[in-house]
């Protein structure tokens, strides 16, 4: 028999949801690790929470033409150092800050972002016409910014491309444009986009603010000032 006080001690491990990274409700040690996963994975589609934090890739990932959804806490909270390479499928990214560039072609999606890097994907996309036929099917995919501050250049081809509530700051070398689209088509709304000439200003050589190539184009309100102004052919 036993007499006196006794006291019980339990430490435990609280898990804080907020700050980890998991892919498809699965915790994961780095968001590198998440999207090898992903790439690799059986299924087409997963959902990557990125967790509030700094979040450094060591090399671009090739999403291997799988459908992924990378959602952070706020652009301020959720921080990727390093770039996205797409190879077919679609990349939505929502609410986070990329310091890298996007790269590659597919579908592309982003929301509440931050770019300080450049994008330049290829949207379109084959199909097969059907099982019995060789033939295929060229199709544009889809490309939408809704809410993205851009700190670099754009560049979209053969893609139906939208830019929503958007800003836009390039520096562009001569010849350039900060927002190119090269076939499908173009759709701008609500955006404020601006340009610093870094280039000659030869007569022919100077940069443009936006290139639009073989695409139907449709502008609603904004600001779009840069010296070179906007080319259409």
């Not at 990378?70 to 797409?86: F, H, K, W, Y």
């Not at 999606?109 to 036929?133: C, D, H, K, P």
């Not at 520096?171 to 088509?185: F, P, R």
Request: aromatic share 6%; net charge negative; glycine share 12%.
């Amino acid at each position: 028999v036993l007499a006196g006080t006794f006291f019980i001690v339990i430490e435990g491990y609280q898990y804080n949801a907020s700050t980890e990274v998991t892919i498809d409700d699965e915790p994961v040690n780095s968001l590198q690790e998440a999207l090898e996963q992903a790439a690799a994975g059986e299924k087409t589609d997963y959902v990557i929470d990125v967790g509030i934090g700094n979040h450094t890739l060591s090399e671009a990932v090739d999403l291997n033409g799988k459908n992924i959804t990378l959602r952070g806490n706020g652009e301020e909270d959720s921080v990727i150092d390093g770039g996205l390479a797409l190879s077919g499928g679609s990349l939505a990214l929502e609410n986070a800050t990329l310091n890298g560039d996007i790269t590659g072609s597919g579908a592309l999606s982003m929301a509440n972002v931050s770019v300080n890097g450049s994008v330049n994907v290829a949207g379109e996309t084959s199909r097969q016409i059907s099982l019995f036929s060789a033939r295929t099917n060229t199709a544009a995919a889809e490309v939408s910014f809704e809410n993205v501050n851009f700190n670099g250049t754009v560049a979209v081809s053969d893609a139906n491309v939208r830019f929503e509530n958007c800003t836009l700051t390039a520096t562009v070398e001569k010849d350039g444009s900060a927002v190119l689209i090269d076939g499908g088509s173009l759709a701008l709304a609500g955006n404020a986009f601006s340009m610093q000439n870094a280039g000659e200003d030869e007569k022919n050589h100077a940069p443009v603010l936006l290139r639009v190539n073989n695409a139907s184009f449709t502008a609603e309100s904004g600001s779009y000032s840069a010296k070179g102004g906007v080319v259409l052919w």
